[in-house]
C-alpha cells in the first residue's frame, strides 16, 4: 500500500431536495480537513439547492441537467475532484466531521477503498443478503455486508483510475472490480445512515430492486472475468454425467 504524507481531500455530496439540512451537512465537511474540496452535485433546476451550497461555502456546485440518482451524482461529482482522496457523503445523513476523519486517514495510510462497516438494519432484508453474497463471491466474507452503496466510504485516486469513473453509478460494480483488481479494501468508523429528510422520491420496494439489479450487474461482471461459476468451486461434481444415456451411469 502506498502510503500519502499529506493529501487532498474533496468530499463529494449529491443533493436533490435537502434545502434543510444540506447548509448544516457541508459546514460539517469543512471539518473534516482544512482546505477540503466540497463538491455539491445537484438539478439544474434546483436553484435554491446550488445557492444553498454555495451559502455554505461550497468549493464546486456541478449542476446537471438530467434528473441523476443518487449514485449517478457520486460519479458525476466524481468527474470534477481534484483530491487524491474522494470522500462520499448524502445531502441528508449528518456524519460527524470527527468519524469521517477516520475514513481519510485509512486512504491516507494505503487503503484505496475505506467502507463503512454498516450491514443494513435486517440479516434477512434481499439487499443486505446481497451485499454479504457479494462480498463472499469477491473472496472478501471478511466485509460482511460493508458496501459501496452505504456512507460514509472514500477511495482513493487510484482507486477511482482502476475502477472508471462511470462505475460509480453501480456501486456493487465498482465494489468488485476493486476486489478483482486487488485493490486494498478495509472498513473504518461504524456509522447507521439516518436520513434527517422524510422524502420518499421512490418507493422502497424500488430502491430494494435497483439495490438487486446492480448486484446483479456486479455477479455479471465476475462471471464474465473468472468463468460460469465466478471463481467458485463445484466441489468435484461431474454435471456432464446428467447428459450421459442411463445405462452408462
Request: charged letters at 20%; one cysteine or more; hydrophobic letters at 40%.
Amino acid at each position: 500500500m502506498n502510503r500519502l504524507s499529506r493529501s487532498n481531500v474533496s468530499i463529494i455530496i449529491p443533493a436533490h431536495s435537502e434545502s434543510r439540512t444540506l447548509f448544516r451537512i457541508i459546514r460539517e465537511a469543512k471539518q473534516v480537513q482544512p482546505g477540503s474540496e466540497i463538491i455539491v452535485v445537484c438539478e439544474a433546476a434546483k436553484d435554491h439547492t446550488a445557492r444553498i451550497a454555495k451559502k455554505a461555502g461550497a468549493s464546486k456546485v456541478v449542476r446537471s441537467n438530467t434528473l441523476l440518482r443518487l449514485n449517478e451524482g457520486r460519479s458525476l461529482g466524481a468527474k470534477h475532484a481534484s483530491g487524491d482522496i474522494l470522500l462520499f457523503m448524502d445531502a441528508d445523513v449528518m456524519i460527524p466531521s470527527e468519524l469521517l476523519r477516520q475514513y481519510v486517514r485509512k486512504a491516507e495510510e494505503g487503503w484505496d477503498l475505506v467502507l463503512n462497516p454498516y450491514s443494513g438494519i435486517s440479516p434477512k432484508h434481499p439487499a443486505n443478503i446481497a451485499k454479504h453474497l457479494l462480498n463472499h463471491m469477491l473472496g472478501r466474507p471478511d466485509l460482511s455486508g460493508s458496501s459501496l452503496i452505504t456512507v460514509p466510504h472514500a477511495l482513493s485516486r487510484h482507486a477511482l483510475k482502476v475502477i472508471g469513473r462511470i462505475h460509480l453509478s453501480v456501486p456493487p460494480l465498482a465494489q468488485a472490480v476493486a476486489v478483482a483488481n486487488r485493490l486494498p479494501v478495509t472498513t473504518s468508523g461504524f456509522f447507521r445512515p439516518v436520513k434527517m429528510n422524510k422524502r420518499k422520491p421512490v418507493s422502497a420496494e424500488n430502491v430494494k430492486e435497483i439495490i438487486l439489479g446492480d448486484h446483479a450487474e456486479a455477479v455479471s461482471y465476475l462471471v464474465s472475468q473468472r468463468g460460469l461459476r465466478a471463481g467458485m468451486t463445484d466441489f468435484g461434481r461431474c454435471r456432464e454425467a446428467i447428459t450421459l444415456p442411463v445405462q452408462l451411469l
